[in-house]
């Protein structure tokens, strides 16, 4: 298949998307929220078609998984896009030079943004509304797993940008075969940047072969330390949420740090875990303590593999640190500089993790669950970035953006 007729399409239609008013751009996101809402019977018959080929076991399958509540707040999300003020034309700076050179730097738009993703059909829409608020083009290629689901999600955004009269090719769904993916890799000229979202092994993938600009949006090994002051039930608490809220995302707690002077709390500090059905894989500090108190069935002994190993799903790693440089060194290795947290009530101790911790996000007595654009305020999000060139953690409108030098002259030329 020749996929180049998608990129030069899309290319071309990034044009059209610099003179859409905001007004125009908020209507299209509003009516595409409520229409979202009024299909969803149709988007979850697409839906069951594709999670009749994953097995239920798998931890995509509950990513992939849409619902009328998910739908609603796909759409609550366009809303909240639609609400927020446009990064657009921003002026960042602004100044006179002595030879009278009026200069400016302005937000503009990235251009064509491409997005590589997995079974995640959520990001069809969240990745559109951002987009197109912040006057990009999207093309997307989704995985296999959620093809029916994307194209349904894709219809009807067709449908509202027809209802408005603007180019259809704002957004453009690849196919969903391997070699679109290759396509889009190699298609430098047509597309400004790529995103992947996924897997470690797909980000990997994209960023040891794409020939365009490539922004990581990686996957999550999740870290919580409970210091020797920490609070017992602030503790229960949030690790519990932590690990349970939503196992298959990427801001899900993968490994539990427990200060060896608390490890006596150690069975409180994860009760509510075992509730929840997750089942650990503990050093040998910690299972020798568990073992009288947490479920056989759902307590392992650590192996090495374990730490380190973004789980998703209802698993977690649990290990005793001497202290918090321990815990330190230990997040340094195995972190995958998405999200940390630290449970504390010693000032000193928390702002030292802040402050030393490489991640993306950093917590002082607070849930990882927060890592997300919507929580962040920023309405959805585009992915978390894990990377330090051009954008950090969620990413949002203002990291949809780049910006150009205006310069207003009166005749001045460079001797």
């Given at each position: 298949m ?5 990129f030069e399409k899309a290319?071309?239609?990034?044009r059209?998307l610099?003179?859409?008013?905001k007004?125009?751009?908020?209507a299209v996101?509003?009516?595409?929220a409520e229409?979202l809402v009024t299909?969803?019977?149709e988007?979850?018959?697409?839906n069951?078609?594709?999670?009749a ?13 849409l ?5 609603a ?8 896009v639609?609400?927020l003020?446009?990064?657009?034309g ?8 002595e030879?009278?050179l009026?200069i400016q730097?302005?937000s503009v ?9 997995e079974a995640?059909?959520?990001v ?6 951002l987009?197109?608020k912040?006057g990009?083009?999207?093309?997307l290629?989704?995985?296999?797993d959620?093809e029916?689901?994307n194209l349904a999600?894709a219809?009807?955004?067709h449908?509202?940008l027809?209802?408005h009269k ?6 453009t769904?690849?196919?969903a075969e ?10 430098r000229g047509f597309?400004d940047v790529?995103?992947p ?21 990686g ?8 210091d ?5 039930e602030k ?6 949420n932590?690990?349970t809220?939503?196992?298959s995302v990427?801001?899900?707690l993968?490994?539990v740090l427990i200060?060896?002077n608390r ?9 509510p875990?075992a509730?929840?059905?997750v089942?650990?894989y503990a ?5 020798a303590i568990?073992k009288s ?6 307590l392992?002994?650590?192996t ?12 977690l790693a649990?290990k005793?640190v001497a202290?918090?440089a321990e815990?330190l060194?230990?997040?340094a290795d195995?972190s ?5 947290a630290?449970?504390s009530e010693d000032?000193e101790n928390?702002?030292q993790?802040?402050n030393?911790?490489?991640a993306?996000?950093v917590?002082a007595?607070?849930?990882t ?7 962040f305020g920023?309405?959805a999000?585009?992915?978390?970035s894990?990377?330090?060139?051009h ?5 949002g409108?203002e990291?949809l ?5 205006v ?7 460079r001797r």
């Amino acid at each position: 298949m020749d996929y180049k007729q998608y990129f030069e399409k899309a290319k071309q239609a990034s044009r059209t998307l610099i003179s859409l008013g905001k007004e125009k751009t908020n209507a299209v996101l509003t009516d595409l929220a409520e229409a979202l809402v009024t299909n969803a019977a149709e988007i979850l018959t697409e839906n069951a078609r594709d999670l009749a080929k994953m097995p239920i076991e798998d931890p995509k399958y509950d990513r992939l998984k849409l619902s009328a509540a998910r739908i609603a707040d796909i759409a609550n999300d366009l809303r909240n896009v639609a609400g927020l003020n446009s990064p657009l034309g921003k002026i960042l700076s602004d100044k006179a030079l002595e030879n009278q050179l009026h200069i400016q730097k302005v937000s503009v738009p990235l251009g064509v943004v491409g997005v590589i993703y997995e079974a995640r059909p959520n990001v069809t829409a969240d990745v559109f509304s951002l987009c197109f608020k912040t006057g990009n083009v999207a093309v997307l290629k989704g995985g296999s797993d959620a093809e029916f689901s994307n194209l349904a999600i894709a219809k009807v955004i067709h449908q509202v940008l027809d209802n408005h009269k603007i180019n259809r090719d704002v957004l453009t769904l690849l196919p969903a075969e391997r070699t679109a993916t290759e396509a889009l890799l190699n298609a430098r000229g047509f597309v400004d940047v790529l995103i992947p979202r996924g897997s470690q092994s797909l980000i990997n993938y994209v960023r040891e072969n794409s020939k365009i600009p490539v922004i990581e949006t990686g996957a999550g090994i999740v870290h919580t330390y409970f210091d020797e002051s920490g609070d017992l039930e602030k503790g229960k608490a949030i690790i519990f949420n932590a690990k349970t809220r939503r196992v298959s995302v990427c801001n899900s707690l993968d490994c539990v740090l427990i200060n060896e002077n608390r490890l006596n709390d150690l069975p409180a500090l994860l009760s509510p875990l075992a509730d929840g059905n997750v089942e650990l894989y503990a050093d040998e500090k910690s299972y020798a303590i568990l073992k009288s108190s947490y479920p056989a069935h759902l307590l392992n002994l650590a192996t090495p593999e374990h730490f380190g190993t973004e789980f998703l799903s209802l698993k977690l790693a649990v290990k005793v640190v001497a202290d918090l440089a321990e815990a330190l060194n230990h997040i340094a290795d195995y972190s995958s500089k998405h999200s940390e947290a630290i449970i504390s009530e010693d000032a000193e101790n928390i702002a030292q993790f802040l402050n030393e911790v490489d991640a993306a996000a950093v917590y002082a007595n607070a849930s990882t669950g927060f890592t997300d654009g919507a929580q962040f305020g920023l309405g959805a999000e585009i992915g978390i970035s894990t990377q330090k060139l051009h954008a950090r953690g969620p990413m949002g409108l203002e990291e949809l953006t780049s910006y150009k030098w205006v310069v207003r002259g009166d005749g001045q030329v460079r001797r």
